[in-house]
T-cell receptor, first 113, second 114 residues
Framework: AQKVTQAQTEISVVEKEDVTLDCVYE???????LFWYKQPPSGELVFLIR??????QNEISGRYSWNFQKSTSSFNFTITASQVVDSAVYFC??????????FGKGTRLSVIA | DAEITQSPRHKITETGRQVTLACHQT?????MFWYRQDLGHGLRLIHY???????NKGEVSDGYSVSRSNTEDLPLTLESAASSQTSVYFC?????????????FGPGTRLTVL
C-alpha cells in the first residue's frame, strides 16, 4: 500500500516568487509511478505530470519543475515566477500496478498579486 | 471528444434517503473510480472497478455501493444518506493494466445531506 504526505497544508506567496510544494511518499513496491494533479478554484482535477520510479532526472516544463529523489522518497514540485493563475490545490499521488491513485491531502497555494 | 460526465452536479437530500450519483465515460476505459473530497482529507477512495461485473472497496466504502453492468457507467449509491456523507464526489477513469496511465476525472457532484 502507498502513503503520501504533503506536509504543507497552505502556502501563500507574492506573485513572481518561486515556490516549492513538498511530497513524501511511502511504498513497498520497486516499480511505481508518481503523479501530480492540480485543482483550480473551479474544482476540476487536472493531470500535470507523471514520473516513473526508474527515472530520477529532474523534469522541467516551462515554469514548472519536478525533483524526484528516490533516496528520500520525495517528489517535489517547484513553480518558478508564480502567477495568480497558479493558485490552486495541488495533489501528489503514487501508483503501482493497476491500482487506484492514492492521494495526499493536498497543498493549497495562494498567489497574491 | 471523449469525456467523463457526472450527474447531477448538485444534489440536496435528506437523511435516510437513497441517493444514486451517475458517472459516464466515453473513453472505453476499463478502470473506473469514485472518490470523495472533504476539507482536510484530500481525496479518499470509495469504490473502484476494473471492468464489467468487477467492483472493489476503497478506503471509505461503508454506506456506499457500486455496480458495473457496462464499460461506460459506474453509478454510486448511498444506501441511506447520512450527514457525514455531505461531500464533493469525483468519478474517474483510466486505461487498465498499468500504473503508467493517468486517471481522468469528472467535474464532480456536490452532495448535501440535511
Amino acid at each position: 500500500a502507498q502513503k503520501v504526505t504533503q506536509a504543507q497544508t497552505e502556502i501563500s506567496v507574492v506573485e513572481k516568487e518561486d515556490v516549492t510544494l513538498d511530497c513524501v511518499y511511502e511504498t513497498r513496491d520497486t516499480t511505481y509511478y508518481l503523479f501530480w494533479y492540480k485543482q483550480p478554484p473551479s474544482g476540476e482535477l487536472v493531470f500535470l505530470i507523471r514520473r516513473n520510479s526508474f527515472d530520477e532526472q529532474n523534469e522541467i516544463s516551462g515554469r514548472y519543475s519536478w525533483n524526484f529523489q528516490k533516496s528520500t522518497s520525495s517528489f517535489n514540485f517547484t513553480i518558478t515566477a508564480s502567477q495568480v493563475v497558479d493558485s490552486a490545490v495541488y495533489f501528489c499521488a503514487p501508483r503501482s500496478g493497476n491500482t487506484p491513485l492514492v492521494f495526499g491531502k493536498g497543498t493549497r497555494l495562494s498567489v497574491i498579486a | 471528444d471523449a469525456e467523463i460526465t457526472q450527474s447531477p452536479r448538485h444534489k440536496i437530500t435528506e437523511t435516510g434517503r437513497q441517493v444514486t450519483l451517475a458517472c459516464h465515460q466515453t473513453w472505453n476505459h476499463n478502470n473506473m473510480f469514485w472518490y470523495r473530497q472533504d476539507l482536510g482529507h484530500g481525496l479518499r477512495l470509495i469504490h473502484y472497478s476494473y471492468g464489467v461485473q468487477d467492483t472493489n472497496k476503497g478506503e471509505v466504502s461503508d454506506g456506499y455501493s457500486v455496480s458495473r453492468s457496462n464499460t461506460e457507467d459506474l453509478p454510486l449509491t448511498l444506501e441511506s444518506a447520512a450527514s457525514s456523507q455531505t461531500s464533493v464526489y469525483f468519478c474517474a477513469s483510466s486505461v487498465g493494466g498499468s500504473s503508467y496511465n493517468e486517471q481522468f476525472f469528472g467535474p464532480g457532484t456536490r452532495l448535501t445531506v440535511l
